[in-house]
């Protein structure tokens, strides 16, 4: 079966940096979008970013643009998400998302695939 599995979320201050990463199997990886998706406490899934299945293009919401960066590497079936200067408002559950397509969708709606999610805290 399809599994994504995130990690590399944890408490940091503002300013500083991590990297989450996002390993899939069960699915041939580069068949599919990956996304990055965040939910904050009281609000709904919101898109953070997406890459095409071979990573030549990248999409990013306007709150992370030119903060985060988003990667894949389809020999290791791995998608990242670097975030850089981080905020108090990028305090999140950060979730990647398989989406067999080969245009980047950013509605939840549309991804077929969902890890379970790493939590970033990010303290002023």
């Known amino acids: 079966q399809v599994q994504l599995v995130e990690s590399g979320g944890g408490l940091v201050e503002a300013g500083d940096s991590l990297r989450l990463s996002c390993a899939a199997s069960?699915?041939?990886?580069?068949?599919?979008?990956m996304g990055w998706f965040r939910q904050a406490p009281g609000k709904e899934r919101e898109f953070v970013a997406a890459t095409t299945r071979y990573g030549g293009e990248t999409y990013y919401a306007d709150s992370v643009k030119g903060r985060f960066t988003i990667s894949r590497d389809n020999a290791k079936n791995t998608v990242y998400l670097q975030m850089n200067s981080l905020k108090p408002e990028d305090t999140a559950v950060y979730y990647c998302a398989a989406d067999r397509t080969i245009v980047v969708r950013i509605g939840v709606s549309e991804y077929d695939y969902w890890g379970q999610g790493t939590q970033v805290t990010v303290s002023s």
């Open positions: 069960g699915l041939t990886f580069s068949r599919y979008v």
